[in-house]
Every structure is written in C-alpha cells, then in structure tokens.
C-alpha cells in the first residue's frame, strides 16, 4: 500500500502547507491568537474573578469566546481562495490535465489549508499552555496540565472551523469570488446574533445547547458556583454536546459532497471568447503583408464585412503635460483610479468592517468618567479606539498602494508617461489618507448615534470636531506619510510592515512605561484628555503647536519620499531653467524642518 | 531620427548588457534583432526612459532623452515585452487615465481619441469589461492601444506579437507600417526575423551587448547572395561537418534527415549541397551564431 504521503491528494495537501507558508497571512493570525492569549492569561477575567488560569472550567470557557470574536473572519481568509488562487494563478490547466480526480483535488486543497488553520489557531490554547510554567503576581495556578488545552480546542473550535472552512471553501470555489466569501464571513455575526437573539434563546437550554454552532451557551454547570468550586470542576461532555459536534462534522461532510457535485474541472467559457468579433482585431489591412499567408486563414463573414468597411482614423489630440492646472488634473485622474483600485482590495473587506465593529462594541459599552462632558468622553473615546486601526489601516493600504504597480507591472507603462512623480505618489498617499479619513467619519457618526441613543445629552459637536481635527486628522496625514516614505525606502511593503510594526510596537511600549514626550509622539497617544476637547482646556496651545509639527514632519518625510522615489524623471535641482522634481522636494524639505524645529523648540520649552 | 552614442550598461550583478551601442534610427519602420540576452530589452527600456545607462547617450531629434526624461515621455509611445494592468478597471478606464497622464486633457478630444483608438484594435465591443477577465490577445491589442495615445513621435515595440494569432499578428504588423511615417520613428524589437523582412525598411542586429550590423533588409541579403546551400544528410554526416571548417548557418531535422543551410562564399561545400535563395534568417544566422542545431 502506497503511503498516504506519496499519492496525488498528499501531493496537493503538502504544497498547499508549503504555499500557505510563504504567506504573510498565517504568521500574521499566529502571531494575533499568541498576542490574544497573551493578554487573556495575564489581564483576562481570570485574575478579576479569582479562576486559576489552567483550571479545566477556565480553559473550556475560553474557547468558544476566542472561536467567536474574530476566528470567523481567520477562517475566511484561509479557507476562502486557495481554488480561486489557483485558477487566478493559472496554474488549473496543468494540474487538471494530469490524473487528479475531483475529489483528490478539493479534499487536498481542503484539508491543506485546514490543517494550516488549526495550526494557527493552535497557538492559542499553547500560549496559555506554556504559560502554565509562567509565574505572574495576582493570578492563581493549579498544577501543570495537558490534555484539557487540547480536548477542548478539538471539540469546541476545530469542529466548529471544520464546517466554517466548508462553508467558505463551498461558496469560494464555486463562485470563485473571493469578495462574496469575505462578504459572508462579515455578514456571520449579525446572522449569528439574530439567530441566538431570535431563535435558540426561546428555546430550552438543551436544544440550545443542540442547535447552536459556536456553543456559547454551553453553561459547564458554571451558573452561581465559586471561584472555588470551578477551579476543580472537571468538564466533561454530555451526549448533547457530541451530538452537536457529530451534526457540525456531518454538515461539513454535505457542504463538501454539494461542493464535489457541482465543482467542475472544465474552464468556463468566458463571455468575450463567445463573442466572434473579440477573436478578430480591426487593424485592417490596406494590404497584405508578404511572407504570412493572411488569407490562409478562415475567416468568419462578419470579419469580411468588417474588412470591406472604412478604417477609423486616430484624431490627433492636443496635449498638455505642463503647468500646474495640468498637473492637478492628472493627480485627480490618478486619485480617482487609485480609489477605485482600493475598492477593490479583499482586504478592505475584512479590515474596515471588523475594525468599525470592534469601534462600535467599545462604544457601546463605554461609561463616562464623572466630571467629563457626555460629549467630550465619547468624542475622546472615539479618537482613542480608532487611533491604532488608523494606524494599521494606514500602513497596510499604503503598502498595498505602493506596491500594486510593480506587482502588476503596470509600472513600466505607468512610468513612460510625461506624468510627474508627485502624481503618482501623492494620488497612492491621498487615497490611503481618504480612507483612513472615511473610516474614522463612520465611526465617529457611530459614536455620535449611540450618544444620542443612551440619551447622554447634551449633544455639542465641537468636541468632536476639535477630536477630528486637533488629533485624528493630523494623526492621519502623518501615519500615512510615515507609510509613504517607507515604502519608497525601502522598495518592499512586507519589509516596510515588519518595520511599522516593530517601530510602532516599540513606541507604544516606551509610551506605555511612561517615556513618552511630545517630541516623539506625532500621534499624541496618551498625552491629551478629554477635557482638551471642551471650551474650558488650557492645553490647546500646546496640542494645536504640536499639530503643526506633526505636519511639517509629515511634508518632510512625503518630499523625502518624492526625493528617493525610483522613477527618475530629471537630473540636478533645475531643469529648463525651472526647479526640477528634486530641486521643489529639496525647498519643501528645507521648510518642513525649519517648521518642524520651531515648533519642536516651542513644545519642549 | 534617433540617435544612440556609445550607450553602455551594466547590471548589479556583473551582467554587461550594452558595451558601447551606437545606432542611428531613421524615420520608419526600425528593425531591432537579436537573441534572448542579447540587450535588446536594456536598449529599449533606456529608450523609454525607464533605465538610466551608465554612458552614453541618446537624442531623439535633437533631445536629450537621458537629461529631459519628461520631454522625451511626451513624444513617447511603448509596449513594453512584459506589462501588466488593473485587473479591476475597464478597458475603457484604462486608456482614459493614461491618456490622461499623457496630457490629454480636453474631455471631448480624449473622448474621440479612445473610441477610435478602440474601435482600431477591435475593443470597442470589450471596452465596458474589466481587463483582468481579458485574453492574452486583447491585454496585447490594449497595450497597442495606449501606445498610440497623444500622437507619439517614437514608437517602442518591444517583443509585441507574443501572445497574437497570426491574423492579429498581420494587422498588428499593417498598423505600425501606417503609424510609421515620415515623421514617426517605430522601433520593433524582437528575435523574429521574418518580422522584420516582412516590416522594416532598416534593422539592426545586437548579441552579447553589441551591434554587430546595421544595414537593409534587401543589403543584408545582397551580401549573402550567391553564398547560401542546401543539402538534406543523414545525422552522422552534419555531424562530421560541423566538425569541418564549413559555415553551418542552420540546420533542421526533417523526416529523419538533417536539412542543413550552409554559407560558402567562393566554392560549393560538397556534392550534396545545392544553391539555395538567401533568406533573412540566413544572414541573421550566420551573423549572430548558429541557431541550435538538430543533433
């Protein structure tokens, strides 16, 4: 018997193990559940209610939390496209032409991908597992264990992922649309929440336990016991619970057998290959060229008609590449496709909807301090909790802006046109900032709702537009341009990720054990209160200067961007007896920093 | 007219891509030949502005292209070998934003400029598509498409008819002879040859970094007139006579035989062989190297 290794679905399993491994995607979600477990062990509930944080009711009780908050969206983005990655690769006619039948390839394709899922999600219950050894002072820990981490992340997430990756793989592979995969995973929870809400809460807590996927209605016996008392509870699963995982096991079983029925390996005939005028090409000739036999060919009895008719002649068209009116004009040509292409990212099906919904939640769960305005508390907390979104939004999408072009190679095409570098540049920095300003819009109107709904009046909106624009607005400009010169620098948006992150992380650390200073903290985090956003703050002076520093130090870094942009477009500071591209990036560098040190030296004074 | 000055070019790695070029391109249809490596590509992207060289120069009437890369874009209309669009814009939307950073500016003009331009390389009927569901054929014809944008005075063509069938690649062929004017200098690089004796009324061959002729099509093979046999040999003959001092300028297996093109300019090369009519290929052959032999 051959082994399981050296037959065609081992084949596919292993290389979509190896394709997932040069992704970014799966260490970045690792690294995110590590994070996560890490914040849960340490400053979770268990500190706050007096659980040992390896007992086995802690451990049981945490999973169906973690598989709800985000893994849905994980799932999705794992399990969605790895058969539209092929077709969009191209790679379908090879691996379809050799004898690899349906099943061999979506079950490899599947369990593949699956396999590099649980491996991710793995890192949750390990992180807490090796932090069984980790001494931390006010949390409580009960002899090292094994075998609840992974009993309970086998029963209640892996089965539970199992038929969200069906689901997801199904619907991806046969609509091979990425879009419509994100799209659902976003729409799981408000389905989700309508279904607890609607359905399973009527309903006794048996067939509650039954009938619900994500079994977070599972009680344990918990309801009204002591810390104590659940500290040694052994959790065990009764037949209504295996019943569920059996029912979830076997829906997998039917999404893939539905998905192996209607999969087809035959490529789709697309519209224009019907369409027998695309297969023709009106360059028609005056003669014919010797030495290729055009004749030779069939042609249909349009063509022909086609070939008798008048030839359109090219207009000659006035051109204009010069002066400032043109050069605007072509940055809102460039803008405007750089918006439509951000549109169209998958990312940005993910990204914004989770990071506004995670906004919101905050939101709505949010107390006012006593002594602050209603208004001034939300507005603060709403540039509080979309700061660090803004932050990754920002970074991520100017990468992707930047790095479209070569990863497409449109550049060549791009870069022979007599456009000028700054409308390349600032059109990819504009959009990214539109987005980023568009995403904190929502949230803020979110924030200004949900205030007006809990009836926390009274309403003044200049809290929220000073919180707009003394501290995101400018945050923004900066951390976009920070992206941009990056980028440009460093010629590699998975280098320049690593390095926003690790700069950001190290900030963030410093900021958080008190070495924080103006100087050092264009995006202000920690160093403003809400009482800056009402008429009463004394601190205005200080925030508005260091705005303006904020500012010149983003022109700095987008005309040292432009200065170290790859396409070269002139030689020398002039160029026609007018300052070149590298000559205005000089002159705006220079006052960014004189700008920059006075208000630099005002702040620290 | 076009001119290039002792343009050298090295890479990073070592590699010496152009040792010293120097061509004069007329106006017209321009012939660029040579092998996989041979530094066509570097040639043409220092052309297209993309590249800088490391010596050198270049000059389209009178321009310096390296030193006023923005005047020479203006006048400027390449297809590079490998290029890539927005998989998500539209045919239409493609041609309106680079003809937009092309400088044509005026709504109604840019307008009329992409219908016909579309209507010309038959995508009027895909305009309204997005262009990542486009065949190979019609990424290429919309390639063709924006190259032609803003009446460009230089045309680079860079391996264009890759991925064409042959009755595109005919009309393809017909539209750069009509855009190739008086006043338009089209520069066709490829390892085609019959491409170019069928397009170019000059050419030039490069190997290895270097121009190694310069002439006619119909001067090309004016040399080589009267030098060009044929024989069709058993396998374990051509073997032998590669081994000799005869020019082999290629060679072919055809139903187990060897059709082998030899040059020999003052004799006949053995009994075998019989005169044959000299082709473009001959003379690229025995210019640039032996094709890979059949062996």
């Known amino acids: 018997m051959r082994s399981p290794t050296r037959t065609a679905f081992g084949a596919i399993f292993r290389n979509e193990v190896l394709l997932n491994s040069k992704r970014v995607a799966p260490y970045a979600m690792a690294a995110l559940f590590g994070g996560n477990a890490l914040l849960w062990w340490g400053w979770g509930p268990a500190a706050s209610r007096g659980l040992a944080t390896n007992s086995d009711h802690f451990i049981a009780e945490m999973m169906p939390v973690f598989s709800f908050m985000t893994l849905p969206l994980f799932t999705a983005v794992i399990m969605g496209d790895p058969v539209i990655r092929d077709f969009r690769a191209g790679v379908t006619p090879l691996i379809f032409s050799k004898p690899v039948g349906r099943a061999t390839y979506l079950l490899g394709k599947f369990f593949g991908n699956f396999f590099v899922l649980v491996c991710c999600q793995l890192v949750f219950p390990l992180t807490f597992f090796l932090f069984q050894w980790v001494p931390k002072s006010g949390l409580l820990v009960q002899p090292p264990r094994v075998l609840p981490y992974f009993k309970h992340f086998l029963i209640l997430i892996v089965v539970t992922h199992l038929v969200l990756a069906a689901v997801y793989f199904t619907v991806g592979t046969l609509t091979r649309n990425a879009k419509i995969v994100y799209g659902l995973a976003v729409s799981f929870y408000p389905l989700y929440i309508s279904y607890q809400t609607l359905l399973l809460r009527s309903l006794p807590t048996r067939w509650r336990i039954a009938l619900d996927p994500l079994l977070m209605n599972l009680s344990l016996n918990a309801r009204g016991r002591s810390a104590e008392f659940l500290n040694q509870l052994a959790v065990s699963y009764d037949s209504d619970v295996l019943a569920n995982r059996a029912a979830m096991i076997l829906a997998a079983g039917l999404f893939l057998t539905f998905l192996y029925v209607r999969f087809s390996m035959v490529e789709r005939v697309r519209k224009e290959e019907d369409d027998g005028r695309l297969t023709t090409i009106d360059l028609r000739p005056d003669r014919v060229v010797s030495g290729v036999e055009s004749s030779s060919f069939d042609r249909p009895a349009q063509v022909e008609e086609v070939i008798r008719g008048e030839r359109v002649a090219i207009p000659k068209v006035g051109t204009a590449s010069e002066g400032v009116g043109a050069s605007l004009e072509q940055l809102t040509a460039a803008l405007g496709i750089e918006l439509r292409l951000l549109s169209a990212e998958r990312g940005l099906v993910v990204l914004v909807p989770t990071a506004t919904l995670l906004c919101v939640a905050g939101l709505a769960y949010f107390e006012a301090v006593p002594g602050e305005t209603h208004t001034a508390a939300y507005a603060a907390r709403t540039a509080e909790s979309v700061l660090l979104f803004l932050a990754a939004i920002a970074v991520f999408f100017t990468g992707e802006a930047t790095a479209r072009d070569r990863e497409l190679r449109v550049e060549p095409v791009l870069w022979s046109a007599p456009a000028p570098n700054f409308v390349l540049l600032l059109s990819k920095f504009s959009a990214t900032l539109l987005l980023c300003v568009a995403f904190s819009l929502v949230v803020g109107l979110a924030a200004i709702a949900l205030q007006i709904f809990r009836g926390h009046t009274p309403f003044e909106i200049s809290a929220y537009l000073k919180a707009y624009s003394l501290i995101l607005i400018p945050s923004i400009v900066f951390l976009t341009a920070a992206a941009v010169a990056l980028n440009v620098l460093l010629r590699d948006k998975y280098v320049a990720y690593a390095m926003s992150f690790a700069v950001g992380g190290a900030l963030l650390y410093l900021f958080n054990n008190g070495y924080n200073h103006w100087l050092y903290n264009p995006v202000l985090y920690g160093l403003w209160t809400p009482a800056d956003l009402t008429d009463a703050a004394s601190n205005q002076t200080l925030i508005i200067t260091h705005r303006i520093y904020c500012l010149a130090m983003a022109s700095l870094l987008l005309s040292l961007a432009h200065l170290c942009f790859e396409r070269k477009s002139t030689k020398g500071l002039r160029s026609q007896g007018r300052l070149s591209g590298a000559g205005w990036s000089l002159l705006i560098m220079s006052l960014s920093t004189v700008t920059a040190v006075i208000t630099g030296l005002m702040i620290n004074v | ?295």
């Open chain 2, 1 to 295: 007219m076009l001119a290039v000055k002792e343009l050298t070019k090295t890479y990073p790695s070592g590699v010496r891509a152009l040792k010293g070029v120097t061509l004069e391109v007329p106006a017209g249809m321009f012939g660029l030949l040579g092998p996989n490596g041979a530094g066509k590509t570097t040639l043409m992207k220092i052309a297209a502005t993309l590249l800088e060289p490391d010596s050198g120069g270049v000059e389209i009437d009178g321009v310096d292209l390296i030193a006023h890369k923005k005047s020479a874009r203006r006048m400027l209309g390449y297809l590079p070998q490998e290029f890539g669009l927005y998989p998500t814009l539209t045919a239409e939307q493609t041609l309106h934003y680079l003809a937009k950073l092309k400088g044509v500016l005026d709504d109604k003009e840019r307008r009329a400029l992409i219908e016909a331009l579309l209507e010309r390389v038959n995508l009027s009927s895909a305009r309204a598509q997005k262009v990542g569901g486009f065949s190979g054929g019609m990424r290429q014809r919309l390639g063709i498409a924006q190259a032609l944008i803003g009446q460009p005075r230089m045309i680079i063509v860079d391996e264009p008819t890759a991925g064409l069938d042959p009755e595109e690649r005919v009309r393809f062929h017909n539209l750069l002879s009509e855009i190739a004017g008086e006043n338009t200098v089209v520069i066709l690089s490829t390892h085609i040859v019959s491409d170019v004796s069928n397009l170019c009324g000059r050419m030039a061959i490069i190997r290895q970094g270097e121009i190694i002729a310069s002439c006619t099509p119909r001067e090309a093979m004016g040399r080589i007139t009267g030098a060009i046999w044929e024989a069709t040999l058993p396998r374990e003959k051509v073997l032998a006579l590669k081994k000799s001092r005869l020019r082999i300028v290629s060679s072919q297996m055809f139903e187990g035989r060897v059709r082998v093109r030899a040059y020999s300019k003052d004799e006949r090369p053995g009994e075998e062989f019989s005169p044959a009519l000299p082709s473009l290929e001959d003379y690229y052959f025995s210019v640039a190297g032996q094709p890979e032999s059949a062996n």
